[in-house]
């Protein structure tokens, strides 16, 4: 699903976010929009995969990958 | 030094110091005094990354410390601050949706993090600490962790079947390079499942900044995992109201 500030509402649709990019209105999809991304590893790079092909700058994508790791005690 | 190790932080401020024989870029620094960003220290976590100059990435905390290494880190000196120790005790508990817990606790000394950073918490008889993201805005007094429900975890079984308000914990932190820039560039949050704790923190966050277009795109791998709709929908409101 998404939301915008420009434009809220929701669309309701469950899936993968990576596919709800394409129907962002509420920033330009280029270079000059930041990106945060956060989620399982896959996700992640698949959207930082569709933002660099739509221009957005490497160094404006910042992201977080909720991986499993043991810590020790 | 043009012999030595040196990093250029984000706003261009460089830090040099020498390599450690046998250690790592992350090691060396600090042998020498210096704070770098990191988490797990064994090049899993990916806190420490770095950007070399012919644009390859490495993890500052597993690369040989070498003198003439050079690399950029996302992130400015001044935004990483020296994890602590905190004790905290549960508020309260409670399902989201099929598969997501909110904690709710409080601190016995505050906590200063960005939006967006995380601690490593450690919860009664659970093995060893893991790793949650704030889901609540860095001056809020209440701290709040949305917690996956995995089944057959430590976390699952800790809240399904002993937890209760007025546990004992400990957090440390705060860790991350993951946190709200405060500048005007508009901004595109893209979250799947649990994901969305950061960036509730950062959207709670952001009202000291500058007002930037914002857009949040959000996952869930079924509509019973759904949660924080609501919660959103408030948050947009008001960021509505006062933009
Ligand atoms: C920087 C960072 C921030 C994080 N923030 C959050 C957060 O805010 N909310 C949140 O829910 N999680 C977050 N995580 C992920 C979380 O730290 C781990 O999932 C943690 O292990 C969960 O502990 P547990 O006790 O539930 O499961 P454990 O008992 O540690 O694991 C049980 C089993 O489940 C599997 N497993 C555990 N976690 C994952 C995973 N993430 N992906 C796939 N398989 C897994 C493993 O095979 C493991 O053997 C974050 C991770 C990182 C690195
Ligand atoms: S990858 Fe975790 S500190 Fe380097």
Redesign the pocket.
Known sequence: MTADTANPGWSGKTGNPVAGIGHVTGVPLQEGTEAYL?G??GMVGAARKALRELGLHQDDIFN???????LPA | MMDGISITFADGEVMSFAPTPGGSVLTSAEQAGNALAH??REG????CVARRPNGDEVLLCVEPAQSGFEAVVPYRRADVSPPTLRRANINSFQKLSRS??EIRYRLQFPLPFLPGQ?VEATFPG??GP??????NGPAEAEQI??????????????LATRAKPQDAFTVRGP??I?YLRANPKPKLFVAG???L??IIAMLRGIDRLSSPPLSLVLGFADEQDAYGIDQLKVLANDYRSRS
Do not use: K, N
Request: glycine residues 10%; aromatic residues 14%; proline residues 8%.
């Open positions: 956060c399982p590893p977080e990958e909720f991986v499993h790791q043991t | 988490s797990c899993t976590c990916r806190t997501v817990w995380f659970i093995d893991r790793r949650f993201s704030m889901a962790l949305h917690v996956r429900d995995i089944p057959g975890g430590a976390m699952a079984d800790y860790f991350g993951f499942g649990t994901g704790a950061p």
